[in-house]
């Protein structure tokens, strides 16, 4: 994990006369001056005080557009991202018909042009260099690439449209560049020349562990590659500590896992520079993506990224060479407990975005709630996340306050800056405290013996930890009770379904509880929950502890959780409850109650209590002609739809059993039918009645029907919306036309060919409705009807009659001379037919 965060350039001077040779140079960056003793010190990156100037991007840090420069710097590309770059070349041709640009991206090859734009559009580019998406494009725009090789041919076709003056020798060679040709067209181009840039997977890097040289976004590989590449310091291999590169190389690339899952290298540098830009401020880029030191001492470079190290060695006061020095915390311009800055890449569509802030309620709390920010900017990082583990090492370590300075004997020549080391001082109570060497100077003392100067500051572990509590930082030099303390907090859920806004949504309701000798010291109490499905919490509400409400959820699986808050805005562990089920608007409306029938003459006038289900729809009668024994599913449709709120509808009159079901809005049907019988006995009595039974032998004429086992039924039911008709083989004469009351008599069954057992039930779960006992035969679903149709005619039936139409009745009073009849079996499901066993048309007067 990372430590020291930002750039960081140790200054050398010349050395001691004991044995330490003469001045060493570092190039271009450093220069040296005449000293008495020798001396290490290491410049913490990220400014550890918020008056420090802020870590610089290098000005210019790369072209985001086509400049047009005759003497542009050349861009670095380091890892992966997208630029612009400088336009050297351009031509008409064709009386102004064809445009041609060369614009070169890099000083350097590169591994790949991955994605190039138009524009900001994003281009589709065939073997030939034509662009096929957008399609406005397709025919208007070629593109070319090339890698920069130092071996690379000239472009053919741009040599061949060429007038003359692009030649086989302009090669750009250690160039990579996009040769682009446009067709002239207003349309196409209505702002004229557009603007080329690419996503580039930069530079390939030497790796001293495998002794290759690849592409690879390594941060501690990118930052070799600048001091020893020409256009940056130039520096041989000999000058660098191949063996702390190595090691700063195997850090960057552990993998780290992120909260929203996955995992990313820990530290990775993607973004371009230009040569004209201070080698400081280069190395600076470079170095704060790994959140690393970098030093030159004895003659080479030496690195460390930002992570924890096993302490080197042990002092304790036999070490001392003078009196100890410490400062137990930092002044309150040096402390800071927001961090906030810029990265740049593909999450922030490649331009300077802000990554979330790192802001400490803890550390904000222990300075009294001021505010105070530091400004990390992270040029070459290309996650937030990255950017964030970055910023947060630098906000904790700033809280490790305590710092130590004195002379140290001779055993201290073992250690550098950059080394973690243990001290042991009684006086203090340390036992094994471990502290960063920050400054190393060797120095006489007035005895003539060889003295080390040091200056220390703690350092733990958990300030690499990216799921570290800050509240540890100000607690761990105090044995006090600690005042970050939590209490837990527990909660119960419940469900129901309520009326919002017009429309019906399920509520969760979430009990928040404590113990009665915690609530004093909970500030706040906090309250999240999701669909165990989603990935982001939603918040509920903060307070105190009691009720709160989730609303806008459907029937699903969803996670809750609660924590609390203690008066210092310390925020305790989640309590989390996972996976509970809200059914509400699933659950099938309730059972109609107290269903009643009142006869007036031709009519019935049915009557129920309403339902009070919010989410309540309609109402579905049907009718059976037995008057015991009938159910649901064994009738035929008396009322296809109540709309809430009746709760009364009139019917033509007819012996047997009603039921009826009630529906909520989702098409559920409440769990059982409720029924009412009018007797035959109740009805009116005529002088006359006459009848045609067509059962059992059902001989009349018949469309997609057929008599099985004395019954009629459909003869094709496989599929849904299944429909047959059966027409009567006579008819009923009254002699004369005059005024009659008519009805027919069905006695129907619901039949399936499914055997009851759980292979044969056929649709998806969600389409049975009942009870699961109830699939053994007696599902009771209106998913089978027999519609009755009558014709009549005023004239003699056995002459030349004029019939009218057949229309669709249930019963009724009609005038005419003669009646005939026909039914209409209809079947909603697959695999289910009406089977109707009697079949009788009656008129009466």
């Not at 003497?71 to 770059?85: E, F, H, L, M, S």
């Not at 419940?494 to 009665?516: G, K, M, P, Q, W």
Request: charged share 20%; aromatic share 10%; hydrophobic share 40%.
């Amino acid at each position: 994990m990372p430590p020291l965060i930002g750039a960081v350039v140790a200054t050398v001077a010349t050395a001691f006369t004991v044995g330490f040779g003469g001045a060493v140079g570092i190039g271009a960056l450093l220069s040296t001056t005449a000293l008495r003793y020798f001396a290490i010190n290491a410049a913490l990156g990220f400014a550890l005080n918020a008056l420090t100037p802020k870590v610089k991007v290098p000005a210019g840090a790369a072209y985001q557009a086509n400049a047009i420069d005759a003497v542009a710097d050349r861009q670095i590309v380091y890892g992966r991202t997208k630029i612009g770059g400088v336009v050297v070349y351009k031509e008409a041709t064709n009386d102004n018909k064809y445009l041609h640009k060369v614009i070169a991206f890099t000083g350097h090859e590169v591994q790949s042009f991955d994605e190039v734009y138009l524009n900001d559009e994003l281009l589709t580019i065939n073997g030939s260099g034509n662009v096929t998406s957008p399609s406005k494009y397709n025919g208007f725009v070629r593109i070319k690439v090339h890698l920069g090789s130092t071996t690379q041919a000239a472009d053919t076709d741009l040599v061949a449209d060429s007038a003359g003056k692009w030649t086989s020798s302009h090669r750009l060679l250690g160039v990579s560049y996009i040769y682009a040709r446009f067709k002239y067209d207003s349309d196409k181009f209505p702002n004229g020349e557009p603007t080329i840039t690419a996503v580039i997977k930069g530079k390939k890097v030497y790796d001293p562990r495998t002794g290759t040289t690849a592409w690879s976004d390594n941060s501690a590989l990118c930052l070799r590659d600048y001091l020893t590449s020409s256009f940056g310091l130039s520096e041989p291999s000999t000058n660098i500590d191949d063996t702390l590169f190595s090691a700063a190389a195997n850090i960057c690339d552990e993998s780290v896992t992120l909260a929203a899952g996955g995992i990313e290298k820990r530290y990775t540098t993607n973004g371009a520079l230009i040569t004209g830009a201070q080698p400081t401020d280069i190395i600076s880029a470079l170095s704060i993506s790994m959140g690393g030191m970098i030093w030159f001492t004895q003659g080479k470079w030496r690195v460390k990224a930002a992570a924890w190290s096993t302490p080197e060695l042990t002092f304790d006061e036999d070490d001392f060479r003078s009196a100890i020095n410490i400062t137990t915390r930092n002044s309150r311009r040096d402390n800071f407990n927001i961090a906030r800055g810029k990265f740049r890449g593909e999450a922030s569509k490649w331009v300077d975005s802000d990554y979330p802030e790192i802001k400490s309620a803890t550390f904000l709390a222990v300075d009294g709630g001021l505010e105070s920010t530091v400004d990390i900017n992270l040029p070459m990082t290309a996650t937030p996340t990255t950017a964030q583990r970055i910023a947060k090492i630098a906000l904790y370590r700033n809280r490790e306050q305590i710092s130590v300075s004195a002379s140290f004997g001779l055993r201290a020549l073992n250690v550098q800056v950059g080394d973690v080391v243990y001290l042991n001082y009684a006086r203090a109570g340390w036992t094994n405290k471990t502290f960063e060497v920050q400054s190393w100077q060797m120095v006489p003392s007035q005895d003539g013996d060889i003295q080390i100067q040091m200056s220390l500051r703690e350092l733990t572990s958990a300030v690499f930890d990216w799921n570290a509590n800050e509240t540890a930082f100000e607690a761990d030099n105090s044995t006090l009770v600690d005042p970050f303390y939590v209490a837990p907090i527990g909660f119960n859920l419940t469900s129901d379904v309520r009326s919002f806004r017009e429309s019906l949504t399920n509520v969760i309701y979430i009990n928040v509880t404590a113990l009665a000798a915690d609530l004093s010291s909970i500030e706040r109490v906090e309250v999240q929950a999701k669909k165990s499905s989603d990935a982001t919490w939603t918040p509920v509400g903060t307070g105190q502890t009691g009720l709160y409400e989730f609303l806008s959820v459907d029937d699903s699986l969803y996670d809750v959780r609660v924590r609390a808050w203690n008066f210092l805005a310390v925020k305790g562990d989640w309590t989390v409850q996972s996976g509970f089920q809200v059914l509400g608007l699933s659950q099938p409306p309730n059972d109609v109650q107290t269903f009643r029938a009142n006869l007036n003459g031709s009519t019935i006038n049915l009557e129920w209590e309403a339902v009070p289900d919010l989410d309540l729809s309609y109402y579905k009668i049907r009718h059976a002609s037995e008057e015991s024994g009938a159910t649901y599913a064994n009738a035929t449709t008396a009322v296809e739809k109540v709309s809430r709120p009746a709760t009364s509808v009139t019917v033509p009159t007819r012996p047997g059993t009603y039921t009826i079901k009630a529906y909520d809005k989702t098409g559920n049907a409440s769990t059982a039918y409720t029924s009412v019988v009018v007797p035959s006995t109740a009805l009116d009595a005529f002088a006359t009645t006459l009848t045609d039974t067509e059962s059992p032998t059902f001989s009349g004429t018949k469309s997609n029907c057929s008599v099985t086992s004395s019954e009629l039924r459909l003869t094709s039911f496989s599929t849904s919306s299944n429909i047959g008709t059966y027409e009567f083989t006579g008819y009923i004469d009254t002699t004369a036309p005059r005024k009659v009351r008519v009805r027919l008599d069905v006695a129907v069954n619901r039949f399936a060919t499914a055997s009851g057992l759980w292979d044969d039930m056929t649709g998806t779960w969600d389409t049975w409705s009942g009870l699961w006992d109830d699939w053994t035969g007696a599902v009771q679903n209106a998913d089978i009807d027999v519609v009755s149709y009558i014709a009549i005619t005023q004239t003699d039936p056995a002459a030349s009659p004029v019939w009218t139409s057949f229309q669709p009745f249930k019963a009724g009073d009609f005038y005419g001379r003669a009646f005939k009849f026909k039914v209409e079996l209809t079947s909603s499901v697959g695999g289910v037919t009406p089977s109707i066993s009697a079949l009788t048309a009656r008129v009466q007067y």
